[in-house]
């Protein structure tokens, strides 16, 4: 039974270049949550997408940054042209229904050269 | 604004202790809460859920949720060294996501 599957762990990317990070919800879980954490601050909300929809995107920088849920794959979170501020590790978290428990990825941690 | 709220700490307590992490919320609306652990450069681990007013009990863990007064809590009962961790506290209110409070780092001393 696998939980939620992020990847990849660790990603360097120079400044300029874009980065694609994957989520691979638990299976039978159709909510996908992304959050990104600062080193000793709490989780920051990004998006939070149903499959094929993004239900809510106000925790996201409107440049840049886009989030998607196809039917068939994995959830995308993709940072265009990445700055060094955008180096954090990014948590997925996928849940079964609205208000019910989400489970969290292992995390990928963004370095930004 | 949707907020959710926790001491920072840090908490101390001894080897065996009961250790006691608080909560409130400022959305009467939400309806599910959560407790997360969260290890130094780990993910979030979820440990506890509560929907209803009252306690619920979980080994050594027990979630306590006061809707009235907003206010939800984990008690770790014979806290242990591996215990030592921060306690992330979640709200899910109208399903649209879980806020998170910024945790409660809590160190158990052997």
């Known amino acids: 039974n696998a939980g939620v599957m992020q990847n990849p762990r660790h990603l360097v990317r120079r400044r300029g270049q874009e980065a694609r990070l994957r989520c691979s919800p638990v299976?039978?879980?159709?909510?996908v949550y992304w959050y990104r954490q600062l080193p000793e601050e709490g989780l920051k909300f990004m998006v939070y997408l149903q499959k094929e929809n993004i239900i809510d995107e106000s925790g996201m920088p409107k440049e840049r940054f886009s989030a998607e849920f196809p039917k068939e794959g994995p959830s995308i979170l993709r940072i265009q042209q990445v700055v060094r501020g955008d180096s954090a590790a990014y948590f997925c978290?996928?849940?079964?229904?609205?208000?019910?428990?989400?489970?969290f990825g292992q995390g990928t941690r963004l370095t930004v050269v | 604004q949707k907020e959710v709220e926790q001491n920072s700490g840090p908490l101390s307590v001894p080897e065996g202790a009961i250790a006691s992490l608080n909560c409130t919320y400022s959305?009467?609306?939400?309806?599910?809460f959560f407790w997360y652990r969260q290890y130094s450069g780990k993910s979030p681990e979820l440990i506890m859920f509560?929907?209803?007013?009252g306690d619920k009990e979980d080994g050594r863990f027990t979630a306590q949720l006061n809707k009235a007064s907003q206010y939800v809590s984990l008690l770790i009962r014979d806290s242990q060294p591996s215990d030592s961790a921060t306690y992330l506290c979640?709200?899910?209110?109208?399903?649209?996501?879980?806020?998170f409070g910024t945790g409660t780092s809590l160190t158990v001393i052997p």
């Open positions: 509560i929907y209803s007013n």
């Open positions: 299976k039978g879980h159709s909510h």
């Open positions: 959305d009467r609306g939400s309806q599910s």
């Open positions: 978290a996928s849940s079964k229904n609205k208000n019910t428990e989400a489970f």
């Open positions: 979640a709200v899910n209110g109208d399903g649209n996501q879980f806020y």
